[in-house]
């Protein structure tokens, strides 16, 4: 008996010495993902954090011109919920080359329209983060643009862990190699073969329809990539019995255009 109530003494004693978890900060990490699923922290690269978007990808298909579009990048929260929506905090980090300009080639982190977009909605621990590109004349004629985002702070959040607080988005008025583009499946990267793809199909072929193609059944994929390869292999053959005969596809930069063969 004596023995019990001296257990159960050190017990309330310890718990009087605990301080109990009443922490307020939350936190805003990005979260990175490949075809296998979700990346672990420390094994996130500088290739991962990076993605590219093409007005010319985004346009395929549509028969329209893309002129602005909404990028969504998924994130979560550390810390307590919270029963009201919560504002993100962004910034912009500046790089080497030519960084984005806010209200040219994106709409501004600050803008009302924006702010109401970029929110955790109540009672929620994940998030897609939007980020609105514009296209501006100048991706044409002076080349591609860098934006560089990450989480700022505010009356509701502060940066995460390091290495998980940051996105690198190129925005191009060409076409461009997707990040998620793998070459096991699809082979060396080029724009003609990017436009082949584009023309053959009537898909963007870019990040966001590759990122649907690699959650759906891997088979499909396998399918695919081995209908590419059989149809350049008639229109090669077609090439070849013309009067005269002509070559190979080739791609921008003179190579032969392969797909792999499945």
Aim: charged share 25%.
């Amino acid at each position: 008996m004596a023995a019990a109530l001296c257990a159960a003494w050190a017990l309330a004693a310890c718990e009087k010495d605990l301080e109990p978890f009443s922490s307020t900060d939350c936190h805003l990490n990005f979260v990175y993902t490949d075809m296998y699923g979700t990346v672990a922290g420390e094994d996130v690269t500088d290739e991962m954090r990076t993605s590219t978007y093409s007005f010319v990808s985004a346009s395929a298909g549509t028969g329209t011109e893309v002129v602005r579009d909404t990028l969504w990048f998924e994130a979560s929260t550390m810390g307590f919920l919270s029963d009201v929506d919560r504002t993100i905090p962004l910034v912009q980090v500046e790089t080497e080359g030519r960084n984005a300009r806010p209200g040219v080639d994106y709409v501004p982190f600050d803008d009302p329209g924006f702010l109401q977009l970029c929110k955790v909605p109540a009672n929620t621990a994940s998030v897609q983060v939007p980020i609105i590109v514009l296209r501006s004349p100048s991706l044409e004629t002076e080349g591609d643009v860098t934006l560089k985002f990450a989480f700022g702070t505010n009356e509701y959040f502060s940066p995460g862990y390091k290495g998980l607080t940051e996105r690198v988005l190129v925005i191009s008025g060409r076409l461009a190699r997707p990040n998620n583009w793998e070459d096991a499946y699809w082979g060396t990267y080029s724009q003609a073969k990017h436009e082949l793809m584009i023309e053959w199909t009537g898909d963007a072929w870019d990040e966001t329809f590759l990122d649907e193609l690699y959650d759906g059944d891997y088979a499909y994929v396998d399918y695919i990539a081995r209908w590419f390869y059989e149809t350049l292999a008639e229109v090669n053959a077609d090439r070849a019995a013309q009067d005269p005969p002509l070559g190979p596809l080739t791609d921008e930069n003179g190579e032969e255009i392969q797909f792999v063969k499945r």
